[in-house]
């Protein structure tokens, strides 16, 4: 009777064993066939090394032998120092250097592909040589210039650049958000040499100013004498056209006044009676008598002694 109780104990505890294993088993499949996906990602769903799909972010049941590789959908930041041996060169050879900074993305419709021809996500750079790219970019619009060209006309170079590394860019897999082109230098022979221009170009400048003031000067000292010469002209001008005038108007009034007094003349003689002409006689007498008069009667002399 206890041997067949023991045999039943140990068929429970075997029982219970097997079930602990089952669970243990089927708790560790479950965690093997469900994968998460972070935010802002995208998985590529491969079981033995058979792509099975795209897995969106959040977690989800893959199956047993399944890996799910996730590429980053997020913004990407790419800095490019072209410097020292890195740097580009102009038209002669001379070196162009310059810092560029590119923001862009995986394109998320096409990680499928991406995965199947270039590899995992951080390898997508180094495979699809996107610094050589942005630096190629660059330096075929440089060789196209002289350093002083580049100097004179950056923001022109500048979008030539920009153009050239979008057209290169991988967009079957990336897309590009911005392109900045900073920092362009030069090598320090032409530095010193504009730096030497840029003297001279000031040194021409103060120069020129220097003449302007003086030319300023010049030109108003010359117009105030003009001013004085055209014054004293307008002067002399105005005082001989008053003394014409003046001459003029003097001439016309003795000329009216003789013609006044001729007419006046003229009525005065028109009026004269004998009685004015008595007494103009009487008015020019002095008083004296004369020792003779002439008698009307006698048509002759007549002695008439006054006292």
């Given at each position: ?88 060169v102009d038209k ?53 210039y002289s350093s ?132 103009n006689y009487i ?25």
């Open positions: 009777m206890k041997k067949k109780n023991k045999i039943g104990s140990n068929t429970i505890a075997g029982i219970a064993i097997l079930f602990g294993i089952t669970l243990f088993i089927a708790i560790v499949v479950a965690m093997v066939g469900f994968d998460t996906v972070e935010a802002s990602h995208k998985g590529v769903k491969v079981r033995l090394g058979e792509i099975t799909g795209i897995m969106n972010p959040g977690l989800q049941w893959t199956g047993l032998f399944t890996t799910v590789h996730q590429y980053d959908l997020r913004t990407r930041k790419m800095s490019v120092n072209m410097m020292g041996a890195e740097g580009a002669d050879g001379q070196s162009i250097y310059a810092t560029i900074e590119i923001n862009y993305k995986l394109n998320g419709e096409n990680v499928e592909n991406a995965y199947a021809k270039i590899g995992l996500d951080n390898s997508l750079s180094d495979t699809l040589r996107l610094e050589g790219i942005v630096k190629e970019g660059f330096k075929t619009v440089t060789s196209h002083l060209e580049i100097f004179q006309k950056r923001q022109e170079v500048k979008d030539k650049a920009i153009e050239q590394i979008q057209s290169r860019f991988p967009q079957e897999y990336f897309s590009i958000e911005n392109v900045i082109i900073s920092n362009i230098d030069f090598n320090p022979d032409f530095k010193a040499a504009i730096e030497q221009k840029k003297v001279a170009e000031e040194m021409a400048k103060a120069k020129e100013q220097e003449v302007s003031v003086y030319k300023f000067e010049a030109d108003k000292q010359i117009e105030t004498a003009r001013g004085e010469s055209e014054s004293k002209k307008l002067q002399a001008e105005a005082e001989a056209y008053q003394k014409k005038v003046l001459a003029e108007s003097r001439a016309f009034e003795i000329t009216e006044v003789a013609k006044a007094e001729a007419v006046a003349l003229e009525l005065k003689a028109k009026e004269l009676t004998p009685l004015m002409i008595q007494n008015d020019a007498w002095d008083g004296t008598l004369p020792k003779y008069m002439l008698s009307s009667d006698l048509n002759m002399l007549m002695q008439m002694p006054m006292e």
